[in-house]
């Protein structure tokens, strides 16, 4: 089988093709090599590659399945790691110059769990610098760029998984959400992206940014892959206090159900001329499919859905201006020269940080102040409450909400850069969904029709109701086909 025709399959394609011996895992992760090789210069998608660690995996994966044992779907399938989670014995930067050099000394439990089903981890991937930002323009080290328009970001945080799955370099990665940034990349490099509810993955290991936000999930090229995924990482852990006891169901079980007889949700305040023309048309022809299909849709109300970007840019800083105070120098990751440990903390924490956590840092700090606590932060957090009950009050009606995942395609690399505030409002369609603790899923909606850059529907669940997403998002997938691979990349 040729190396292109070996990597544009899926997840569940490649295990059956692994499970009748008609390729090896070290095949394929030799494939996936090369392709990062040839085309990482150009994309920038890792950070790091682990080849021997990777082979290693690869071979132990195939001398399991000659003696007929499979740990999983993901047996000997190459997965890319986002370089948040802690990896033993890989360095691992979040995106910034403060943690260079950090070789975490044990593994995060998506980590470990991703190795135990016998997944085969590739590297690590570019991000934003601490999961701050949504075009990957952040981070330390360079930009991702996205595969569709090598001009264009791929969207952020988790830049470099979105890319990385749509450029064919790996299976599948993981990614984390705060806002969006799961969802928003996978829209824009045209794959499939879930934010799990809040609780439903372990988040021991991952590095902090806003811990109250914070989701770790699955990007794949195609609805099933996504399930799978999902199926191996989630579950409790008792080294999570905010991990949920709920036992995890079987995500590909009812995948294939359709959307006969789902209510399917419309919030006014997501397609009232927000997005680009072109992204909007995309939407409501998927919301149109969804009804030819038998599915219902239904009108409701997300009336403080407005506030939930300046609600969430005083939550998430504020709990992200507690969270980097740890990075001053003294235990791990960057140490600046200096004549005292006061003078130390200050040249470390300049010359470590960039310019966005520096900014997000000084607003958290400033709305946790003495005298301000009360006017911003506890305000947030109230507003915070009104938008989980405006979603509470549209599950009495719906099954689960649609709308845009982002109100333009992907932009240009340095449109935004300098202009905080449009990059913030990037993210304006997906911040209530972590705001309320619910899933939320990216879906390819097909092409722009004047850019051809991809589309993404954003479905968003009751709370651990993720099945139903995804049974949603298959349906889409078999109606519209999964997006083609990306051409500028090659």
């Not at 709920?246 to 919030?267: K, M, N």
């Not at 009108?299 to 105070?325: F, I, K, M, Q, W």
Request: aromatic share 6%; charged share 25%; with cysteine.
């Amino acid at each position: 089988m040729s190396a292109p025709a070996l990597l544009d399959r899926s997840i569940t394609d490649l295990a059956g093709a692994l499970s009748r011996r008609e390729v090896s895992s070290e095949e394929v992760t030799r494939a996936a090599l090369a392709r990062i090789e040839a085309t990482d210069e150009r994309l920038h998608a890792f950070l790091r590659v682990v080849p021997e660690r990777a082979i290693a995996s690869a071979r132990g994966s195939d001398a399991r399945r000659a003696r007929g044992e499979v740990r999983s779907p993901l047996d000997g399938i190459p997965i890319g790691l986002k370089d948040i989670f802690l990896t033993k014995g890989v360095e691992t930067t979040c995106g910034s110059r403060i943690l260079a050099g950090f070789v975490p000394p044990f593994d995060a439990t998506v980590v470990e769990r991703l190795e135990t089903s016998g997944a085969v981890v590739m590297g690590k991937l570019n991000m934003d610098e601490f999961a701050m930002g949504s075009s990957n323009e952040n981070s330390a080290f360079g930009p991702c760029r996205n595969p569709w328009d090598l001009e264009r970001t791929p969207g952020g945080s988790s830049g470099g998984s979105a890319a990385s799955v749509a450029a064919r370099q790996v299976f599948g990665a993981l990614g984390t959400d705060t806002g969006g940034s799961i969802r928003q990349p996978a829209s824009l490099c045209g794959v499939v992206g879930l934010k799990p509810t809040y609780g439903r993955v372990s988040r021991y290991g991952v590095v902090a940014f806003a811990s109250s936000l914070d989701q770790v999930g699955p990007i794949a090229r195609t609805v099933t892959d996504a399930a799978a995924m999902l199926g191996v990482i989630a579950g409790h852990d008792p080294r999570d206090q905010t991990s949920s006891l709920l036992p995890v169901p079987d995500y590909r079980a009812g995948i294939e159900e359709g959307a006969r007889g789902l209510r399917i949700g419309v919030p006014r305040e997501w397609l009232q001329g927000g997005s680009e023309a072109g992204v909007e048309r995309r939407v409501r022809e998927a919301l149109a499919a969804y009804e030819a299909m038998g599915a219902t849709l239904v009108d409701v109300e997300l009336p403080h859905s407005r506030y939930g970007v300046a609600a969430y840019y005083l939550v998430a800083p504020a709990e992200a201006s507690s969270n980097l105070a740890r990075y001053d120098g003294v235990r791990f990751g960057l140490r600046a020269p200096a004549r005292s440990l006061a003078d130390m903390y200050g040249e470390t924490r300049d010359q470590g940080f960039g310019a966005e956590p520096k900014r997000r840092i000084m607003l958290g700090t400033y709305a946790l102040s003495a005298g301000y606590y009360d006017a911003y932060y506890l305000r947030a957090q109230k507003v915070r409450t009104l938008v989980r009950r405006d979603f509470d009050r549209a599950f009495e009606r719906c099954d689960l909400v649609a709308g845009p995942v982002s109100p333009t395609v992907a932009f240009r690399l340095g449109e935004k850069v300098d202009d905080p505030l449009q990059m913030y409002l990037a993210d304006v369609f997906t911040i209530s969904c972590n705001l309320a603790a619910l899933p939320g899923l990216s879906v390819p909606a097909g092409l722009h029709p004047e850019s051809r850059l991809p589309v993404g529907l954003q479905l968003v669940g009751r709370p651990f109701d993720e099945a139903t997403l995804l049974r949603a998002a298959r349906a889409l997938e078999r109606e519209m086909g999964p997006s083609p691979a990306p051409e500028a990349i090659g």
